[in-house]
């Protein structure tokens, strides 16, 4: 068992919305910042959002303010991500990771990865 586990994506046309969920099987949220990441082909992998392990701060990037919301619950151990008013500039594979306590924008400070779930905006 990978020690996260993302799941929600799929095919939906631009304006619509989808929900990621990030499973942890290994750590729990007291401890780790999960950051959200996408990476289109042809493209590096960038940060799209993150939240702290105490749930505090929550970080978004430029592209998504305002339309993409990430939130946890501790019970279930699940962090997710609430895409709104999707664009065909979302269309990437969506990687959920986990490091220690703070987030941060490099995907180089993470040390746990999901192996990823595809969105695809599309009409």
């Known amino acids: 068992q990978l020690p996260l586990v993302e799941s929600g994506g799929g095919l939906v046309q631009p304006g619509e919305s989808l929900r990621l969920s990030c499973a942890l099987f290994?750590?729990?949220?007291?401890?780790?910042?999960i950051g959200w990441f996408r990476q289109a082909p042809g493209k590096e992998r960038e940060g799209v959002s993150c939240?702290?392990?105490?749930?505090?701060?929550?970080n978004y990037a430029d592209a998504v303010k305002g339309r993409f919301i990430v939130s946890r619950d501790n019970a279930k151990n699940t962090v997710y991500l609430q895409m709104n008013s999707l664009t065909p500039e979302d269309t990437a594979v969506y990687y959920c990771?986990?490091?220690?306590?703070?987030?941060?924008?490099?995907?180089?400070?993470?040390?746990?990865w999901g192996r990823g779930t595809q969105v695809t905006v599309s009409s």
């Open positions: 990771a986990a490091r220690r306590y703070h987030c941060s924008a490099s995907p180089r400070d993470y040390e746990y």
């Open positions: 939240i702290s392990s105490g749930g505090s701060s929550m």
């Open positions: 290994e750590f729990t949220l007291d401890f780790y910042a």
